[in-house]
């Protein structure tokens, strides 16, 4: 019996028809003066009345935007056929009870510029923080033991120590005759 029921109804189920059913009158008080007059229609995610714009969740507990008078009418109309209905006037309802479609919802945003603008703002202070400490900090000569009229003193001075004798320098080293083994010169 009936007309069939839309599958874009804006209108509560005979479930939940009412606030009474879905908050107590507690709850009433204490979120009605936050909500203004915006309809409570359903769980949302959290059974609390707010709303949001999510494609995991796409049913908020309650409308995007209060009553009007061109809303209701809207709404009766609603209830007939929706033939008579003309395209502005389902987006009205749709809107009445959205903020944003799943398309706009998805579509891309500058939030990467911003992202984008941390990434390369850490990155950019490093690298300023790195020349400071090079330029600033650091001696500007090498250590005496690097240059390379002293490298031989050095090396000289780990095989007399014989500095790691397993692996090492002076593994290549042959102490008996003073020179390096065949093939492992440094």
């Not at 908020?60 to 395209?87: C, F, H, T, Y």
């Not at 000569?141 to 390379?148: A, F, H, N, T, Y």
Request: overall charge positive; glycine content about 6%; charged content about 25%.
């Amino acid at each position: 019996g009936g007309p069939p029921i839309p599958a874009l109804s804006t209108e509560l189920p005979s479930k939940l028809d009412g606030h009474a059913q879905l908050l107590t009158a507690e709850a009433r008080e204490f979120h009605y003066p936050k909500i203004g007059k915006r309809e409570i229609v359903g769980f949302g995610m959290n059974g609390r009345p707010m709303y949001f714009d999510r494609t995991d969740v796409p049913y908020p507990s309650m409308r995007w935007e209060e009553p009007s008078a061109k809303v209701e009418a809207l709404q009766k109309k609603e209830k007939g056929d929706w033939k008579n209905m003309s395209v502005e006037e389902k987006k009205r309802l749709y809107r009445y009870s959205y903020r944003q479609t799943f398309a706009e919802i998805l579509a891309p945003t500058t939030n990467w510029y911003f992202r984008f603008t941390w990434v390369f703002g850490i990155i950019g202070t490093a690298l300023f923080i790195n020349c400071f400490i090079r330029t600033c900090i650091m001696p500007k000569d090498i250590p005496q033991s690097l240059l390379p009229e002293n490298r031989q003193l050095t090396i000289k001075t780990m095989i007399d120590q014989h500095f790691n004798p397993i692996t090492g320098l002076a593994s290549r080293w042959d102490y008996e005759t003073m020179d390096w083994k065949k093939g492992k010169e440094p």
